[in-house]
Protein backbone atom coordinates (compact mmCIF):
# COMPACT_ATOMS: atom_id res chain seq x y z
CA UNK A 1 0.00 0.00 0.00
CA UNK A 2 1.74 3.43 -1.34
CA UNK A 3 0.98 6.40 0.83
CA UNK A 4 -0.65 9.29 -0.90
CA UNK A 5 1.78 12.53 -1.12
CA UNK A 6 0.32 15.27 1.03
CA UNK A 7 0.09 18.58 -1.22
CA UNK A 8 -0.31 21.71 0.49
CA UNK A 9 -3.59 23.82 -0.56
CA UNK A 10 -3.65 26.61 -2.81
CA UNK A 11 -3.61 29.54 -1.22
CA UNK A 12 -5.27 31.72 -4.02
CA UNK A 13 -8.65 29.39 -3.55
CA UNK A 14 -11.24 30.38 -1.46
CA UNK A 15 -12.74 28.65 1.54
CA UNK A 16 -15.51 27.35 -0.64
CA UNK A 17 -13.27 26.28 -3.50
CA UNK A 18 -10.77 24.32 -0.96
CA UNK A 19 -13.70 23.08 0.21
CA UNK A 20 -14.27 21.55 -2.94
CA UNK A 21 -17.64 24.06 -3.64
CA UNK A 22 -18.72 24.32 -7.23
CA UNK A 23 -18.46 27.43 -8.96
CA UNK A 24 -22.47 27.97 -9.41
CA UNK A 25 -22.80 27.26 -5.75
CA UNK A 26 -19.93 29.98 -5.08
CA UNK A 27 -21.61 32.46 -7.10
CA UNK A 28 -24.99 31.90 -5.44
CA UNK A 29 -23.32 32.14 -2.05
CA UNK A 30 -21.31 35.44 -3.03
CA UNK A 31 -23.06 38.55 -1.97
CA UNK A 32 -25.87 37.12 0.83
CA UNK A 33 -26.01 37.84 3.81
CA UNK A 34 -25.00 35.34 6.74
CA UNK A 35 -28.27 34.22 7.88
CA UNK A 36 -28.79 32.88 11.64
CA UNK A 37 -31.64 31.11 12.99
CA UNK A 38 -35.01 30.45 10.95
CA UNK A 39 -36.12 33.04 8.55
CA UNK A 40 -39.53 32.97 7.31
CA UNK A 41 -39.82 32.48 3.24
CA UNK A 42 -40.83 35.34 1.48
CA UNK A 43 -44.31 33.44 1.09
CA UNK A 44 -44.73 33.28 4.23
CA UNK A 45 -43.37 36.86 5.26
CA UNK A 46 -45.73 38.15 3.10
CA UNK A 47 -48.65 36.05 4.41
CA UNK A 48 -47.40 37.17 8.20
CA UNK A 49 -47.40 40.42 7.27
CA UNK A 50 -51.08 40.53 5.42
CA UNK A 51 -52.38 39.08 8.78
CA UNK A 52 -50.96 41.57 11.09
CA UNK A 53 -51.72 44.55 8.99
CA UNK A 54 -55.57 43.22 9.17
CA UNK A 55 -55.61 42.53 13.27
CA UNK A 56 -54.04 45.75 13.52
CA UNK A 57 -56.06 48.27 10.48
CA UNK A 58 -59.93 46.27 11.34
CA UNK A 59 -60.22 48.39 14.60
CA UNK A 60 -58.66 51.11 14.12
CA UNK A 61 -60.90 51.50 10.69
CA UNK A 62 -64.16 50.62 13.02
CA UNK A 63 -63.11 53.49 14.48
CA UNK A 64 -63.28 56.07 11.80
CA UNK A 65 -66.51 54.05 10.47
CA UNK A 66 -68.09 54.97 13.43
CA UNK A 67 -66.67 58.32 14.08
CA UNK A 68 -68.65 59.52 10.79
CA UNK A 69 -71.76 57.32 11.69
CA UNK A 70 -74.75 59.80 12.52
CA UNK A 71 -77.56 58.97 15.13
CA UNK A 72 -80.41 59.29 12.74
CA UNK A 73 -78.75 56.48 10.02
CA UNK A 74 -76.12 56.86 7.23
CA UNK A 75 -72.75 58.95 7.88
CA UNK A 76 -72.19 62.69 8.72
CA UNK A 77 -68.88 64.85 9.42
CA UNK A 78 -71.02 66.90 12.12
CA UNK A 79 -69.19 64.98 14.63
CA UNK A 80 -65.96 66.54 13.66
CA UNK A 81 -67.12 70.33 13.59
CA UNK A 82 -68.90 69.15 16.78
CA UNK A 83 -65.50 69.91 18.29
CA UNK A 84 -65.31 73.58 17.37
CA UNK A 85 -68.53 74.16 18.17
CA UNK A 86 -68.60 77.07 20.51
CA UNK A 87 -71.92 75.97 21.72
CA UNK A 88 -70.91 73.43 22.62
CA UNK A 89 -67.88 74.48 24.56
CA UNK A 90 -69.07 74.13 27.99
CA UNK A 91 -69.26 70.36 27.12
CA UNK A 92 -66.00 69.39 25.83
CA UNK A 93 -64.72 71.78 28.51
CA UNK A 94 -63.30 68.82 30.37
CA UNK A 95 -61.81 67.08 27.83
CA UNK A 96 -59.60 70.42 26.30
CA UNK A 97 -58.67 70.65 30.18
CA UNK A 98 -57.47 67.30 29.91
CA UNK A 99 -55.64 67.71 26.71
CA UNK A 100 -54.00 70.96 28.07
CA UNK A 101 -52.95 68.87 31.81
CA UNK A 102 -51.37 66.00 29.49
CA UNK A 103 -49.09 68.36 27.30
CA UNK A 104 -48.29 70.19 30.76
CA UNK A 105 -46.86 66.64 31.91
CA UNK A 106 -44.96 66.26 28.44
CA UNK A 107 -43.29 68.53 29.52
CA UNK A 108 -42.41 67.92 32.45
CA UNK A 109 -41.88 64.13 32.04
CA UNK A 110 -39.06 65.13 29.15
CA UNK A 111 -37.49 67.80 31.61
CA UNK A 112 -37.01 65.34 33.78
CA UNK A 113 -35.55 62.47 31.33
CA UNK A 114 -33.32 65.58 30.20
CA UNK A 115 -31.94 66.89 33.14
CA UNK A 116 -32.02 64.34 35.60
CA UNK A 117 -31.39 60.85 33.52
CA UNK A 118 -29.59 61.78 30.79
CA UNK A 119 -26.84 63.31 33.33
CA UNK A 120 -27.14 60.73 35.10
CA UNK A 121 -26.15 57.81 32.30
CA UNK A 122 -23.37 60.62 30.70
CA UNK A 123 -22.01 60.85 34.36
CA UNK A 124 -21.99 56.90 35.17
CA UNK A 125 -20.83 56.41 31.65
CA UNK A 126 -17.15 58.47 32.16
CA UNK A 127 -16.82 58.62 35.78
CA UNK A 128 -17.89 55.66 37.40
CA UNK A 129 -18.58 52.78 34.47
CA UNK A 130 -19.55 49.83 37.56
CA UNK A 131 -22.29 51.59 38.29
CA UNK A 132 -24.01 50.96 35.03
CA UNK A 133 -25.56 47.92 35.98
CA UNK A 134 -26.85 49.24 38.92
CA UNK A 135 -28.40 52.21 37.35
CA UNK A 136 -29.78 49.98 34.02
CA UNK A 137 -31.60 47.88 37.34
CA UNK A 138 -33.29 50.87 39.01
CA UNK A 139 -33.89 52.60 35.39
CA UNK A 140 -35.90 48.93 34.45
CA UNK A 141 -37.34 48.38 37.87
CA UNK A 142 -40.90 50.39 37.15
CA UNK A 143 -41.31 47.90 34.16
CA UNK A 144 -41.75 44.69 36.40
CA UNK A 145 -44.04 46.30 38.84
CA UNK A 146 -47.73 46.51 37.92
CA UNK A 147 -48.80 50.11 37.52
CA UNK A 148 -51.30 49.80 40.08
CA UNK A 149 -48.91 48.59 42.48
CA UNK A 150 -46.82 51.70 41.97
CA UNK A 151 -50.17 53.57 42.46
CA UNK A 152 -51.04 52.19 46.01
CA UNK A 153 -47.38 53.21 47.06
CA UNK A 154 -47.79 56.72 45.66
CA UNK A 155 -51.22 57.50 47.25
CA UNK A 156 -49.71 58.16 50.51
CA UNK A 157 -46.57 60.02 48.86
CA UNK A 158 -49.45 62.73 47.10
CA UNK A 159 -51.17 63.10 50.00
CA UNK A 160 -48.23 64.80 51.15
CA UNK A 161 -47.70 66.28 47.91
CA UNK A 162 -50.89 67.88 47.93
CA UNK A 163 -50.38 69.58 50.65
CA UNK A 164 -47.17 71.17 49.93
CA UNK A 165 -47.55 72.23 46.42
CA UNK A 166 -51.27 71.56 45.68
CA UNK A 167 -52.74 68.77 43.89
CA UNK A 168 -53.04 70.18 40.57
CA UNK A 169 -52.52 68.10 37.43
CA UNK A 170 -48.77 69.23 36.60
CA UNK A 171 -47.92 66.81 40.28
CA UNK A 172 -48.38 63.87 38.51
CA UNK A 173 -45.18 64.69 36.28
CA UNK A 174 -43.36 63.03 39.28
CA UNK A 175 -44.81 59.90 39.25
CA UNK A 176 -45.20 59.33 35.10
CA UNK A 177 -41.61 60.26 35.67
CA UNK A 178 -41.06 57.34 37.29
CA UNK A 179 -43.18 55.44 34.56
CA UNK A 180 -41.08 56.08 31.83
CA UNK A 181 -37.87 55.41 33.27
CA UNK A 182 -37.89 52.14 31.18
CA UNK A 183 -38.54 53.30 28.25
CA UNK A 184 -36.18 56.52 27.72
CA UNK A 185 -33.48 54.54 29.37
CA UNK A 186 -33.43 52.38 26.71
CA UNK A 187 -32.86 54.26 23.08
CA UNK A 188 -30.51 56.54 25.12
CA UNK A 189 -28.40 53.51 26.93
CA UNK A 190 -28.11 52.11 22.91
CA UNK A 191 -26.99 55.65 22.05
CA UNK A 192 -24.10 55.61 24.63
CA UNK A 193 -22.79 52.05 23.81
CA UNK A 194 -22.23 52.57 20.20
CA UNK A 195 -20.45 56.56 20.74
CA UNK A 196 -17.14 56.06 22.77
CA UNK A 197 -17.89 59.25 25.12
CA UNK A 198 -15.23 58.55 26.94
CA UNK A 199 -12.41 59.07 24.01
CA UNK A 200 -14.71 62.05 22.54
CA UNK A 201 -14.63 63.69 26.33
CA UNK A 202 -11.05 63.06 26.71
CA UNK A 203 -9.88 64.39 23.42
CA UNK A 204 -11.87 67.79 23.47
CA UNK A 205 -10.61 68.62 27.46
CA UNK A 206 -7.47 67.93 26.18
CA UNK A 207 -8.13 70.59 23.62
CA UNK A 208 -9.25 72.81 26.26
CA UNK A 209 -12.47 72.73 26.09
CA UNK A 210 -14.56 72.93 29.76
CA UNK A 211 -17.05 70.49 30.72
CA UNK A 212 -20.23 72.93 29.70
CA UNK A 213 -18.56 73.20 26.19
CA UNK A 214 -17.98 69.25 26.39
CA UNK A 215 -21.31 68.10 26.63
CA UNK A 216 -23.07 70.46 24.36
CA UNK A 217 -20.55 70.69 21.60
CA UNK A 218 -19.31 67.16 21.78
CA UNK A 219 -21.75 64.44 23.81
CA UNK A 220 -24.91 65.96 22.99
CA UNK A 221 -24.62 66.12 19.48
CA UNK A 222 -23.34 62.22 18.97
CA UNK A 223 -26.11 61.02 21.36
CA UNK A 224 -29.13 63.59 19.38
CA UNK A 225 -30.85 60.08 17.96
CA UNK A 226 -31.00 58.69 21.34
CA UNK A 227 -31.96 61.98 23.33
CA UNK A 228 -34.44 62.57 20.83
CA UNK A 229 -36.11 59.18 20.85
CA UNK A 230 -36.76 58.91 24.64
CA UNK A 231 -38.05 61.98 24.37
CA UNK A 232 -40.74 60.86 21.97
CA UNK A 233 -41.55 57.63 23.48
CA UNK A 234 -41.97 59.48 26.86
CA UNK A 235 -44.53 62.09 25.19
CA UNK A 236 -46.34 59.00 23.67
CA UNK A 237 -46.29 57.14 27.12
CA UNK A 238 -47.93 60.29 28.84
CA UNK A 239 -50.58 60.73 26.31
CA UNK A 240 -51.53 57.26 27.04
CA UNK A 241 -51.10 57.06 30.49
CA UNK A 242 -54.68 56.80 32.86
CA UNK A 243 -53.77 54.41 35.35
CA UNK A 244 -52.11 57.09 38.17
CA UNK A 245 -54.22 59.69 36.82
CA UNK A 246 -57.19 58.02 37.34
CA UNK A 247 -56.50 56.51 41.37
CA UNK A 248 -54.55 60.25 41.80
CA UNK A 249 -58.19 61.72 40.40
CA UNK A 250 -56.44 63.96 38.22
CA UNK A 251 -57.70 65.47 34.83
CA UNK A 252 -55.82 64.35 32.02
CA UNK A 253 -56.34 62.92 28.58
CA UNK A 254 -57.26 60.01 28.93
CA UNK A 255 -59.53 60.03 32.12
CA UNK A 256 -61.06 62.69 30.24
CA UNK A 257 -61.71 60.75 27.07
CA UNK A 258 -63.15 58.01 29.51
CA UNK A 259 -65.54 60.57 30.85
CA UNK A 260 -66.36 62.51 27.58
CA UNK A 261 -67.62 59.15 26.07
CA UNK A 262 -70.57 58.93 28.72
CA UNK A 263 -72.22 62.04 27.08
CA UNK A 264 -70.81 61.87 23.43
CA UNK A 265 -68.64 58.61 22.15
CA UNK A 266 -67.83 60.11 18.97
CA UNK A 267 -65.86 63.06 19.69
CA UNK A 268 -64.35 60.55 22.57
CA UNK A 269 -63.33 58.19 19.30
CA UNK A 270 -62.49 61.04 17.04
CA UNK A 271 -59.70 61.82 20.08
CA UNK A 272 -58.62 58.81 20.35
CA UNK A 273 -57.94 58.33 16.47
CA UNK A 274 -55.97 61.67 17.24
CA UNK A 275 -54.21 60.24 20.09
CA UNK A 276 -52.79 57.56 17.50
CA UNK A 277 -52.19 59.55 15.09
CA UNK A 278 -49.90 61.66 16.71
CA UNK A 279 -48.29 58.15 18.51
CA UNK A 280 -47.87 57.10 14.90
CA UNK A 281 -45.85 60.28 13.30
CA UNK A 282 -43.87 59.96 16.18
CA UNK A 283 -42.90 56.32 15.56
CA UNK A 284 -41.82 57.49 12.12
CA UNK A 285 -39.86 60.17 12.95
CA UNK A 286 -38.31 57.97 15.42
CA UNK A 287 -37.59 55.16 12.48
CA UNK A 288 -36.82 58.06 10.46
CA UNK A 289 -34.14 59.35 12.93
CA UNK A 290 -32.29 56.12 13.41
CA UNK A 291 -31.95 55.60 9.38
CA UNK A 292 -30.11 58.63 8.75
CA UNK A 293 -26.82 58.31 8.87
CA UNK A 294 -24.06 61.36 9.77
CA UNK A 295 -22.70 62.79 6.25
CA UNK A 296 -18.52 62.45 6.10
CA UNK A 297 -16.96 65.70 5.54
CA UNK A 298 -14.37 66.00 2.99
Known amino acids: MTATPFTAPDESLTPLQAAGASEPFIRRRAGRSPRYGAKPSKPLSVVILVVVGILFLTPIAAMVVFSFRSNQGGYTVGHYLDVFNPTLEYTYDGLFTGIGNSLVLCVI????????????????ELRYPKLRRALEFICLLPITIPT??????????????????????????FAIGVIVLPYAYRPIAVNLAAVDVVTLTEAARSLGAGWLSVMWRVIFPNLRRGILAASFITIAVVLGEYTIASFLGRNTFQTALVLIQHTDPYVAVIFSLLALLIVFVLLLVIGRLGSIRPRSKD
Open 148 to 173: VVLVVGFIPVYSVVAQLVGSDAWTLG
Open 109 to 124: TVAIVLLLLLPAMILV
